[in-house]
């Protein structure tokens, strides 16, 4: 009888959480013994912890590059450990005019960089972070780069039995998401169209929401926090999804809604367009007017279109093919 292969161990590192983070640790934990690690805290005790659970592994997996993604492939380097980091958007960024993204700043841009030279391979979601990194760094960068696209689990995004005419975006609230998200562009577009609701859904950060609510028409609704579970429902009714960002390193929330048969509108910046194809409405950026008249044309669209929504999301952005790639890439790196 063969003897059965024991797994590999794989350290994951990351510094905040979100539902995508978890998602990929879920796919990891399939096919790896996995080491968790929070790196949010920072100092002395987190580096004697990370070079603990790095002699315990094969590998380490960041997501998103910063000084925890930093730490992790310089003491990998130094172990002789292979590391990769898994790129989602505001590492990859740089928008100086709104402070937005990891190379706005001298902290984040060092950490950033540090992370880039030493990590082993660069997973970004898209084609267009791809992009990004190599303007944002160099070409240097192209031999490290392999694009995981971003993936979901239609499974649990479905669609519910009736749709109503409600345009919906989700997002935290603060000062920058309402530049690099669009947030103030969605409220002002609500003005040319009094009799639809518009719903935002999204925590407060930083008391920010004040501003939107003081250019905001009655007939938007501010939801607040909703637990990721419980958005389905909101997915479900809504006929309309919006994307309305500068700056969009995927966009989970669009494919999530596209999963449910919202029709989208999205701007024509970061992958968004590619995301969409010819299922939805494509606007400029901070445009109001012109994204109301996009919005009009998605609630009096076919229930059709929003089915072309969801089948467009299973074939090109399912769970199994971000588990296969990922999985197999890793298996090389370690051998």
Partial sequence: MMKKKSKKTVLFVYSFWTPFIARDLRLLEKNFNVIR???????????????????????????????????????????????????????????????????????????????????????????????????????????????????????????????ENIVLTVSHISRKRIKTKGLDTFVKTARYLPNTKFVLIGGDLDGSLKELQAIAPQNVEFIGPVPHEKILLWYQKAKVYCQLSLFEGFGNALGEAMLCECIPVVTNSSELPNIIGNCGFIVPYASPKITANAIQKALRAPVDLGKKCRKKIIQDYPIEKRERELISIIQKLVG
Wanted: glycine share 8%; hydrophobic share 45%; proline share 2%.
């Fill in 37 to 163: 690690m929070d790196f949010s805290k920072k100092g002395l005790t987190s580096i004697i912890k990370l070079i603990k659970y790095l002699l315990r592994s094969e590998i380490s997996i960041s997501r998103f590059a910063g000084w925890h993604a930093a730490a992790a492939s310089v003491i990998s380097r130094l172990l002789n450990k292979k590391s990769v980091v898994i790129v989602g958007g505001t590492d990859a960024a740089c928008i100086p005019k709104i402070g937005y993204g990891v190379f706005t700043t001298l902290k984040g841009k060092v950490g950033a960089k540090l992370t880039y030279r030493y990590v082993d391979l660069i997973l970004p979601i898209s084609d267009f972070l791809k992009e990004c990194l190599i303007n944002n760094v160099g070409g240097h960068l192209i031999s490290k780069i392999r694009v995981i696209q971003n993936a979901f689990d239609y499974k649990d995004w479905v669609s519910g039995n009736t749709k």
